[in-house]
């Protein structure tokens, strides 16, 4: 017995005390990885030699999910996509399917697309940003981020009626309209974020210790982020200008004058600093929205599409049969295929769709943003520090419920 336990407690320092070396699990306990994301490090001292990123735990199958539902139903399920800017995958997902069925939905509801959104664009980046400054013991920060987002947070549930799953679209259209003060609630809105903006910009971008924290770790180069696939703020953080509002205009986004930030270090400073600008030039593009906004419909005329109004739905047998059908059959679009990308808070969010001309799809599949940055983690944290990792890991800003899905 003795010597079986000698021969254990062997091969236990060969695994892990080899050359100095330990093999430590960072999560999914750890509160930086957020509950999902394990992390199996092997350091030397307080340096990260190497690393293994388990993706996570959720198992949440949103894909073969939305294969055994109708168009519609799917609409809530990219709600727990990225449940931070939940209505940019409402959004992404609904041209996707309108793109597979050849039609385009009314102007108005192109504008209140948008406007819905670059506010989930804010609520995601202050999240962000906010989220991580506290990992960072930067905690008053996190206060004056998170109390902007439920402003937006109060301003989108006045339009969409919930807060983290609106599930505002619809295939063709919108649930509601705007409310009439709604340009007035936005003014009122964005003053108040521009004023905590302010503040935390002046706690943070020149703090010396936020500084070293972030400034030169978590580098990645334009050809490794090339290479892995990065989008969003990782990938414009290191100076390569994409953007899909920009490389592939949709919705009327080539209507709005706006900037694309971009760094040049590819760090975790350098996407502190294009969050913070992104955050402004959103603010810009709602309020061009507003200013440019056309009044008329807001869903498609055709009842094969939208769901007939109620009114018309108790006094006429067309729509009232057209209600059945979209409700228990849902759209059918023709079958074919497609691939719809929008640019959601973290990179670029695709949905590609397969139909076989039924009322579900027969193959769903979506790129999200998140999947390739934590795909790059490894090698951003690579010869850095265990504490770095937590900087690096905010900033790269994984969302549970896109990741593993």
Request: with cysteine.
């Given at each position: ?100 069925m050849g039609i385009e939905t009314p102007a108005r509801c192109q504008y209140i697309r948008v406007i819905m959104s670059e506010l989930s664009r804010l609520t995601d980046h202050l999240t962000c940003i ?22 937006i947070y109060r301003l989108t549930d006045a339009v969409a009626g919930g807060r983290v799953t609106p599930a505002y679209t619809r295939v063709g259209g919108l649930t509601r309209d705007l409310p009439p ?181 027969w193959r769903l599949r979506v790129r999200p943003p998140c999947f390739a940055l934590t795909g790059g983690l490894s090698q951003m944290i690579k010869g850095g520090y265990i504490a770095d990792i937590v ?15």
């Amino acid at each position: 017995m003795e010597k079986k336990n000698a021969e254990t407690q062997k091969n236990w320092n060969l695994e892990t005390l080899e050359d100095g070396r330990m093999v430590l699990n960072m999560g999914p306990s750890h509160p930086a990885m957020h509950g999902i994301v394990r992390v199996l490090l092997t350091v030397q001292g307080e340096r990260v030699a190497d690393s293994d990123v388990e993706i996570g735990y959720l198992h949440r199958g949103f894909e073969k999910t939305c294969e055994n539902i109708t168009y519609n139903q799917c609409v809530p399920y990219t709600d727990r996509l990225n449940y931070v800017s939940p209505l940019i995958n409402n959004v992404g997902y609904a041209l996707a399917v309108e793109k597979l069925m050849g039609i385009e939905t009314p102007a108005r509801c192109q504008y209140i697309r948008v406007i819905m959104s670059e506010l989930s664009r804010l609520t995601d980046h202050l999240t962000c940003i906010g989220a991580n400054a506290m990992e960072l013991a930067a905690f008053t920060v996190y206060f004056y981020l998170i109390n902007a987002r439920e402003e937006i947070y109060r301003l989108t549930d006045a339009v969409a009626g919930g807060r983290v799953t609106p599930a505002y679209t619809r295939v063709g259209g919108l649930t509601r309209d705007l409310p009439p003060d709604f340009a007035r609630m936005t003014a009122e809105v964005f003053k108040k974020v521009r004023k905590n903006l302010s503040d935390a910009d002046k706690l943070l971008t020149r703090n010396r210790i936020f500084y070293d924290r972030l400034h030169n770790v978590g580098n990645i180069s334009k050809e490794d982020a090339i290479a892995f696939s990065f989008t969003g703020p990782a990938l414009r953080s290191t100076g390569i200008p994409l953007d899909v509002r920009k490389a592939t205009p949709y919705l009327v986004y080539d209507r709005f004058d706006f900037d694309i930030p971009v760094g040049s270090n590819g760090d975790n400073y350098d996407r502190y600093l294009v969050r913070l600008e992104e955050m402004k030039q959103s603010m810009r593009i709602v309020e061009q929205a507003l200013a440019q906004l056309p009044g008329g419909p807001i869903n498609h005329p055709d009842f094969n599409v939208i769901l007939p109004p109620k009114e018309e739905v108790a006094g006429n047998i067309e729509a009232l049969m057209a209600h059945f059908k979209l409700t228990f059959e849902g759209v059918k679009p023709p079958k074919g295929e497609v691939y719809q990308a929008v640019e959601g808070g973290n990179g670029e969010l695709g949905f590609y769709i397969v139909s076989d001309g039924t009322g579900s799809p027969w193959r769903l599949r979506v790129r999200p943003p998140c999947f390739a940055l934590t795909g790059g983690l490894s090698q951003m944290i690579k010869g850095g520090y265990i504490a770095d990792i937590v900087s690096t890991f905010g900033q790269i800003n994984m969302i549970g419920g896109e990741l593993e899905r």
